[in-house]
């Protein structure tokens, strides 16, 4: 079997991985030197922090329109944004000069965290 210049002997490769000062398993001979490399590049990725979702205009909701995302009656919401509830049971609200607003990833995670 010949093997074309396209393709590099298995100890050409082990020895560019050496050149490049990848890190290579502590045991020679456990892994293939392909999973050598690939192993040292995952190392190099990092972690990504999340990043917040971007602000939308129509996460801002009404009674309304939270009651009919929700399915639920327009009493039901103001019952749960009501004062006399505990704050763990109140739904997440936002008061602008008297109305009532919300935001709708608020909410979902408020759903998230009481399973009403």
């Not at 490399?37 to 009674?63: C, E, H, W, Y």
């Not at 039901?76 to 009501?82: E, I, L, N, S």
Request: hydrophobic share 35%.
């Amino acid at each position: 079997m010949e093997k074309t210049p396209s393709q590099p002997s298995g100890n050409k490769r082990l020895a560019d991985a050496k050149s490049a000062s990848l890190a290579l398993p502590p045991y020679p001979g456990q892994f293939g030197v392909q999973d050598a490399l690939n192993m040292a590049s995952v190392a190099k990725l990092g972690l990504v922090p999340p990043q917040p979702a971007p602000f939308r205009p129509d996460d801002i909701l009404t009674p309304d329109q939270l009651a009919g995302r929700l399915q639920v009656p327009l009493s039901w919401v103001y019952k749960h944004t009501d004062k006399s509830r505990s704050s763990r049971n109140r739904l997440p609200v936002l008061k602008c000069d008297g109305f009532l607003r919300f935001s709708w990833t608020d909410v979902c995670a408020w759903l998230r965290s009481n399973k009403v």
